[in-house]
């Protein structure tokens, strides 16, 4: 049982790129999430998915998308990277559907830097 | 809104001391309410949470937490720290029924072991 998976771990970016970041959970989980975390600022709310084929805004979504390709898996794209989103990402997961109540569990999270 | 404040950046503690760390929160309804640790280089780990009943909440790896409503707040302690507590610890709230929003999390408060 793995739990929450990311890859990759670590990524180094240029200014323009594009990148996906990939989450997988194992725990037939409904809910998924996308937070970013940056020094001082605690994690903030990228975009969630509160069940399978829906996808809505966090707190700071602009320069991101999401996939919620299957219950299972949930990707983050850059399509066009800038150096304010070097950062820590964490992928989370929640048993309920939409459920701000429950238990989160992390994954490991992928250090980001764009250049 | 909904909003969490660790008025601790940063504190030491002597091993064998005992711990407080603080949470204020602001939310108009009984909120839901998390403590997460973070190891360095890691996920982030629940340690506890309250949802409703006894104020008094107690979780893992000798952790506790008091709810007061009348203060709005959801401090963490433990009566001795071990140097293996050496980590980031966020406070968070989770707001039902409130679209748009996962878990708000507070900047966190790096705590230090000294021996």
């Known amino acids: 049982n793995a739990g929450v998976t990311q890859t990759p771990k670590f990524q180094v970016l240029k200014t323009g790129q594009s990148m996906t970041l990939q989450c997988a959970q194992d725990m037939n989980h409904n809910s998924m999430y996308w937070y970013r975390q940056d020094p001082g600022m605690g994690l903030r709310l990228i975009y969630y998915s509160a069940s399978e084929g829906t996808t809505d805004k966090g707190e700071v979504p602009n320069g991101y998308n999401v996939s919620r390709l299957n219950k299972r898996e949930f990707s983050l794209r850059l399509e066009s990277a800038a150096p304010s989103q070097t950062s820590v990402y964490f992928c989370a997961s929640s048993e309920a559907p939409g459920g701000v109540t429950d238990t989160q569990y992390f994954g490991p999270g992928t250090r980001l830097t764009v250049l | 809104a909904q909003s969490v404040t660790q008025p601790d950046i940063h504190i030491t503690v002597s091993e064998g001391a005992s711990l407080e760390l603080r949470c204020n929160y602001s939310y108009g309804a009984t909120p839901y309410l998390f403590w997460y640790v973070q190891s360095p280089g890691q996920g982030l780990q629940l340690l506890l949470k309250?949802?409703?009943?006894?104020?008094l909440v107690q979780g893992i790896k000798g952790f506790e937490a008091e709810f007061k409503r009348s203060q709005s707040s959801f401090n963490l302690r433990k009566p001795s720290v071990h140097w293996s507590d050496a980590a980031e610890y966020f406070c968070a709230v989770g707001a039902p029924n409130q679209a748009g929003t996962a878990l708000i999390f507070g900047k966190g408060t790096t705590l230090s072991v000294s021996s």
């Open positions: 309250y949802f409703s009943g006894d104020t």
